[in-house]
């Protein structure tokens, strides 16, 4: 499939990413907000000599997020990646990770089906289920009390790319990039209040089909999300309360919890859609174009 791939920047590691940790990790904000401006790849930032460890990636979260919102753009929420443990042995990780979305990052699916390839690095499509959340969740909450503070259900697609050439990374590598999100398309919202013992056994069995052109491509569903995307919420709650550097969950954030199938590669004129089967979510549709 035809995908949008740039040259990487020709300076040495050395004199991109120094031996100074501080320096390190603000460098690695600013070459990263630059790639993502620019549409270009970089250089492993786990390969400079100074290493990126995952506390040090997540500290390059919390400045991209004060850059985001120093040039006017608002947290919309998280984006959780690599939920699909079917996709660690592929991208050299052993656990899920998350970034952060933003007003110029999240959209409504129905608003926007058409997507342009060039805005992305080597982009590549994931289903999703996201929530929206009503009330901040704390990490001892279980999967029933968890769906106390979610609002609402959607089925959505989270385009991610990777600003390192052939997706080929470490985690610490994948954080820095802000979990390699692109953009997020939420699908129909569907309030969660009334029905909350069905929505839990729904989103731990249904099934999930991307097609690509009328084709099947991929098949999973809500197992396939750590068992359930409530499983993943969890996961990033118990994340964020050891976190240092970056708050927890509010009211208003929508948290997407990641792909249901493997994720695939986009290509200018593909037209992708997923149907869902055990969970009453309408199928949704997404066309590339350049």
């Not at 499939?1 to 603000?26: I, V």
């Not at 052993?94 to 979305?101: D, E, H, K, N």
């Amino acid at each position: 499939m035809a995908s949008t791939q740039r040259k990487s920047s020709g300076k040495s590691l050395e004199a991109q990413f120094p031996n100074d940790t501080a320096n390190m990790t603000e460098t690695i904000a600013k070459t990263v907000l630059t790639a993502l401006d620019d549409h270009n790849q970089v250089p492993l930032f786990s390969e400079a000599p100074a290493g990126l460890s995952v506390s040090d990636a997540y500290q390059v979260t919390a400045q991209l997020r004060a850059a985001f919102e120093a040039r006017g753009e608002t947290i919309t929420g998280r984006k959780i990646g690599f939920t699909n443990r079917g996709m660690w042995d592929a991208h050299g990780v052993r656990a899920p990770i998350w970034g952060y979305c933003t007003d110029t990052s999240t959209f409504e699916l129905e608003d926007n089906l058409v997507q342009n390839v060039s805005k992305f690095v080597e982009p590549r499509i994931e289903p999703e289920i996201i929530f929206g959340i009503r009330e901040t969740p704390h990490p001892l909450m279980n999967k029933e009390e968890l769906l106390d503070c979610i609002e609402w259900v959607s089925l959505g697609y989270e385009i991610v790319q990777s600003i390192f050439a052939g997706w080929k990374f470490s985690a610490s590598d994948t954080i820095a990039a802000n979990a390699l999100h692109g953009a997020l398309l939420i699908g129909n919202r569907h309030e969660v209040v009334s029905r909350k013992a069905a929505w839990e056994r729904e989103l731990a069995s249904f099934r999930a089909e991307l097609f690509c052109d009328g084709v099947l491509s991929q098949t999973g569903g809500g197992a396939f999300v750590l068992g359930s995307p409530l499983v993943a919420l969890q996961h990033l709650v118990k994340l964020l309360d050891k976190d240092p550097y970056n708050p927890p969950l509010g009211a208003g954030e929508v948290v997407s919890t990641g792909t249901l199938t493997l994720a695939m590669p986009v290509g200018v004129g593909q037209n992708w859609s997923t149907k869902v089967r055990g969970i009453p979510l309408e199928e949704i549709k997404l066309r590339f174009e350049n």
